[in-house]
C-alpha cells in the first residue's frame, strides 16, 4: 500500500481496487508460469520455435534475442534503435498487448517475431525462455534485455567464444561469497552447443531454481557453491542461469567479460517488467515517465498514462521523491543514460519507419 500511497492515490482506492487487483495479477501468475514453462512450452512452443527459426534469414551479424514483455514499449523501441545494423535481432512476444505488436510491426517491419504461447494475462519466465532457445537454437546467440541500451558498436565484434567459454557478458557482479565474477543477463552471448551438453549431462536447464537439483549438487560443491551458498549473497535461491553456468565452471568453462575503451559502453535499468504497475515505487515511476517524455510519442503517452496515474510528468514524481533515499541518488546516473540516448536517437529513422503514431492511429489499429 506503501508506494500506491506515495504516488497520490487515496485510500478507498487502494482498498477498494488497486490491492484486490494487484493481489489477483499476481496470484494468477504464480499459478501460470508453471504450465507457460513446463507442459506449454513442451508441447507448443518447442516445435513451433524450431519451426520458427528454419525461416529466419542468413546474417553476417551476430543473432540477439530480444523477449517483448506487455507495457514496455517506451523502453524496447530505444533498445531496438541502438541495435540496428549492429546485430540480426529477433523479437520473442512474450505476453504484449494486440495494439502492441501492431506498433512494433509497424515500427521495425523487417524484424522476425516469434509469439511465445502462454496463458491469458502471463508471461513465460525469463529462465524458461532462455531454456527455449538453448534446447533448440542452432548455432550461437545472444539475448538482450529491452532495457539494455548499448552505445558501443564495438562490442559486437567480439562475440565469437573459444572453445572454452561457455559465454559472453557485457554485464557481471562479483560474489561476495565466493572469489568469482559472474554474468548477468542483460547482455549475454551463448556458445550454445557447449550449454546443450551440460544441460543433457546435468539434466538441468536455465530456469530459476529454489532447490539445487540433485544432478547438480556435486558439481557445485567442487566450486564452493554449497547448500546455503549462493552467487548473490543476498538471495536464497539460484537464480536465472546460476545451475546451470555453475556446472559450467565446475567443467572447467570459462566467462568472458566483454571489453570497451568508451566511457559509457552500455547502461542497463532493471526492474521494468517485474511485478505490477500497483506496486512500483516513485522512483520506478520516474524512470516510466522520463522514457515517455524521451519519445514523445503520443500513442504511448496514452496507452501507458496508467501505468503512474495519477503522476503526468516526471517532474511530479520528482517532486514527490524522498532526497535521503539511497535509490534517488541514482539521478546522475539517469541523466547519462538520457543523454545518452538523445545523442543516439538524434536521427529519428532509427526508432522505425513510423515515426511516432498520434492517439487519432489508435482508432485505426
Known amino acids: 500500500m506503501r508506494p500506491m500511497r506515495e504516488r497520490g492515490l487515496g485510500l478507498v482506492s487502494v482498498l477498494m481496487v488497486h490491492v484486490p487487483v494487484a493481489f489477483l495479477f499476481r496470484s494468477w501468475r504464480v499459478l501460470a508460469q508453471p504450465l507457460n514453462g513446463g507442459l506449454i512450452q513442451r508441447v507448443f512452443n518447442q516445435p513451433r520455435f524450431v519451426d ?10 551476430p543473432r540477439f534475442y530480444v523477449i517483448v514483455m506487455p507495457f514496455t514499449l517506451h523502453f524496447l523501441l530505444p533498445c531496438l534503435a541502438l541495435l540496428q545494423g549492429r ?40 529462465g524458461n525462455v532462455i531454456s527455449l532457445l ?39 557482479e562479483a560474489s561476495r561469497s565466493l572469489e568469482i565474477t559472474f554474468p548477468l543477463t542483460y547482455f549475454l552471448f551463448f556458445n550454445a ?29 567442487r566450486i564452493g557453491l554449497g547448500k546455503t551458498t549462493f552467487w548473490k549473497n543476498y538471495h536464497n535461491f539460484r537464480d536465472t542461469l546460476h545451475v546451470l553456468l555453475a556446472t559450467a565452471v565446475a ?75 539511497t535509490t534517488w541518488q541514482q539521478l546522475p546516473v539517469v541523466e547519462s543514460l538520457m543523454q545518452g540516448l538523445r545523442d543516439a536517437l538524434k536521427d529519428p529513422a532509427r526508432l522505425g519507419n513510423a515515426g511516432k503514431v498520434s492517439i487519432s492511429d489508435r482508432c485505426q489499429r
Request: hydrophobic share 45%; with cysteine.
Open 87 to 126: 546485430a540480426q535481432v529477433v523479437l520473442l512476444e512474450n505476453g504484449i498487448r494486440h495494439w502492441e505488436r501492431r506498433v512494433l510491426t509497424h515500427r521495425f517491419p523487417s524484424l522476425p517475431m516469434f509469439n511465445l504461447w502462454r496463458l491469458p494475462f502471463s508471461s513465460v519466465a525469463h
Open 193 to 221: 552447443e557447449a550449454l546443450r551438453l551440460l544441460m543433457r549431462r546435468y539434466a538441468v536447464d536455465a530456469r530459476l531454481y529454489r532447490e539445487t537439483p540433485a544432478s547438480a549438487r556435486d558439481a557445485m560443491a
Open 251 to 325: 567443467e572447467g568453462l570459462k566467462f568472458r567479460f566483454l571489453s570497451s575503451d568508451k566511457e559509457l559502453p552500455a547502461m542497463h535499468i532493471g526492474g521494468t517488467s517485474i511485478g505490477t504497475h500497483h506496486t512500483k515505487d516513485l522512483y520506478a515511476l520516474y524512470i516510466h515517465l522520463r522514457f515517455l517524455e524521451l519519445l514523445d510519442d503520443p500513442l504511448l503517452s496514452h496507452r501507458y498514462a496508467f501505468l503512474t496515474a495519477p503522476l503526468r510528468s516526471s517532474a511530479e514524481a520528482l517532486a514527490n521523491g524522498d532526497p535521503t533515499n
Open 52 to 61: 520458427f527459426q528454419d525461416g529466419l534469414a542468413d546474417s553476417a551479424l
Open 134 to 172: 538453448l534446447e533448440n537454437h542452432r548455432g550461437n546467440f545472444g539475448i538482450v534485455d529491452h532495457d539494455c541500451y548499448v552505445f558501443d558498436e564495438a562490442v559486437f565484434d567480439q562475440l565469437v567464444p573459444a572453445a572454452d567459454e561457455c559465454l559472453l557478458s557485457l554485464f557481471g
